[in-house]
């Protein structure tokens, strides 16, 4: 094989290699990124502490500033709407704190004093963030925010309903913490929002719960990380590397060992493969490493960038440093006395 010809054999075939591992990594990192996204979208991150007239809505609020918690807030139940446009229906009404809006993900304006009522209603009354809302009894009250509340398994009640914010200093029914990634310590944090009164009344229902249990209690994702199919993925890599290296140099022994019966020293013919691999191995990296990087980029959030794109680039790596050691191995393996075994064999 002529110089040039074996050259772009390399490159393509450590290009391949390396790259196809890369691909595969990053599907397998993606899916169970994907499948962390979809807990969190169902609202399975959310802890609901229940405790009828039992829950400070100051403590419950501040349990936002743990360190695995996106938000929290309080909510009860207060008498029910009727709005003009339905003067047959009631329609359930809360009272909350300030940061239960941040717990479902509202969309409001945070200035304004209103109603955050469900999309659903929104969509029955035909409103958005800004209207008006009339109620039977000719009061109006302002539409300051909407939020989503899908029917996907989580605790029914609050798909067409209106939620008014009151002071945090307020007693309420139930504390609903986000969390993520879910811990033990912010399961026993949550406790704290209890009154006295609360954590005294042995004849309280009090409950600790999932707002949506429907796909398990706890997503492991250190598990499935640790478990995924790609877990050995570099140590593979690096025995095709290293095989691919053997090769090369076996199809190249008559060449080297003619090399060496004419008088270049073997430390010379080591470092000419190093030169020659290290080339190859250049352009592989320029042509995979970026694309992995903006693949990465593109399907993988802030928070899980840079562990998903450590994580693909260690099969180039290792598959790129085999060869380059099997290659120089192999060639300090070859000698000049072997040179006539070596022609019979071609």
Known sequence: M???????????????????????????????LNKATQYQAIGANILVLGAPNGIDGTSCDNLSDLYDVQASGAIREID????????????????????FAKVLKAKQDATQQGLLIS???????????????????????????????????????YSYAALEEVPDTDIFDACWVRTWPQSDQVRDAIWSALTPTAKSDNGNSITLSQLNSSQGEAFDGEAMWMNRLTIGLPALAAILGALFGTIIVRLR???????????????????????ESSA????????????????SAWLVDAVDFAAVTTTIVQPCLTVYTAYVLSAMGNVALIKESHLFAYFKER
Do not use: W
Request: net charge negative; glycine share 8%; with cysteine.
């Open 280 to 295: 190859a191995i250049l352009i592989c990296a320029l042509l995979t490493v970026p694309l992995s990087y903006a693949l």
């Open 2 to 32: 002529a110089g040039s010809a074996r050259f772009i054999t390399i490159v393509t075939t450590l290009t391949l290699l390396s790259g196809g591992a890369a691909a595969i990594e990053l599907r397998i990192s993606t899916e169970i």
């Open 119 to 157: 999309n659903e209603l929104a969509s029955t009354l035909n409103l958005q963030q800004g209207d008006t809302l009339a109620l039977k009894d000719g009061q109006h009250a302002l539409v300051k925010g909407t939020y989503d509340y899908p029917d996907d398994g989580r605790m029914p009640g």
């Open 253 to 275: 022994r008559m060449e080297l060992a003619s090399a060496l019966h004419c008088g270049v020293s073997k430390s010379a013919l080591v470092l000419q493969l190093c030169i």
């Open 80 to 99: 029910s709407l009727v709005v003009s446009a339905l003067p047959d229906t009631q329609t359930p009404r809360y009272a909350i704190t300030s940061g």
